[in-house]
């Protein structure tokens, strides 16, 4: 998970959003869940378990929280969870948990805000719609989206060091362990200049996709190319056969309304907790 943006400070108990539907399929979330941990693990350089989660670590970026966290994906002690965090983060500047259950993580937000911690909801969003006969953007390497995703991070974060974006670009290279298919998709201007770009995380053998960091470039804004790079993914994914498709976004954020006027409808959520 990856949210451009960033976390929101809110140190309030975790609540069920309210534009989440009502029912929701308890499998369908089970093989999501499933999904998220299981990339979590294959694209960490290592782990750690601990009851009810586990670390995942990566030295060689070090300073993405996304690359190295608490993921609790099982029952887990919520008193114990901010020593855990100290004990297994400690060679490094921040911390970062994230809670895949609603209910595990009411009970983690107490103890977890004493601590320190601030709470973001990233909303888990499947794919309902009609999939797209035609896409549009072309798979890309990671050399040709260095320069344009580095652009992108020092316009969400300007204050970010040099190191910072450094590792926020170049993890992208741990992604393609994630998953049993990895494709870097983007759209192109009519001069060939990579105008958006997104992931398109593929695990056939269990029917479940994944479409991360979807980012169009400042000059390019509103002019159709993130909905090429969203097309392409959807039809990718269906022609691997993978019938559930998911992304992530922020509760409380603009490109939320956007997919869901694609779409994409809240199955669930993912609380995240952070602390400098």
């Known amino acids: 998970m990856s949210t451009p943006s960033g976390p929101v400070a809110d140190p309030a108990t975790p609540s069920a959003d309210p534009a989440a539907p009502s029912v929701v399929d308890p499998a369908e979330l089970r093989r999501i869940h499933g999904f998220v941990s299981a990339f979590t693990r294959r694209q960490a350089a290592r782990t750690v378990d601990f009851p009810g989660g586990f670390a995942a670590l990566d030295d060689a970026y070090a300073l993405s929280h996304g690359n190295n ?42 103890p977890l805000t004493r601590a320190g911690y601030t709470c973001a909801t990233v909303l888990l969003m499947r794919h309902e719609g009609p999939v797209p006969e035609l896409g549009g953007a072309r798979e890309v390497d990671l050399p040709a989206l260095r320069g344009p995703v580095a652009e992108s991070w020092r316009r969400f974060v300007p204050e970010a060091a040099d190191e910072v974006i450094r590792d926020l670009v170049e993890r992208r290279a741990a992604r393609l362990r994630g998953a049993p298919d990895v494709r870097f998709l983007a759209s192109h201007d009519e001069w060939g200049e990579v105008a958006a770009w997104g992931d398109l995380y593929l695990d056939p053998a269990t029917g479940v996709a994944q479409i991360e960091d979807l980012v169009t470039a400042a000059s390019h804004l509103r002019q159709g190319h993130a909905g090429v790079v969203l097309d392409t993914a959807l ?10 498709v998911f992304l992530t976004a922020l509760a409380d954020d603009w490109p939320r309304r956007w997919y869901e006027r694609r779409g994409f409808v809240p199955v669930g959520s993912v609380h995240c907790f952070e602390r400098a």
């Open 69 to 110: 966290h608490l993921l609790v994906d099982g029952p887990t002690d919520p008193e114990a969870l901010p020593g855990r965090a100290d004990e297994l983060l400690a060679h490094l500047p921040h911390r970062t948990v994230y809670v895949l259950d609603g209910p595990t993580a009411a009970a983690c937000a107490q």
């Open 235 to 244: 039809r990718g994914a269906a022609d691997a056969g993978c019938e559930t």
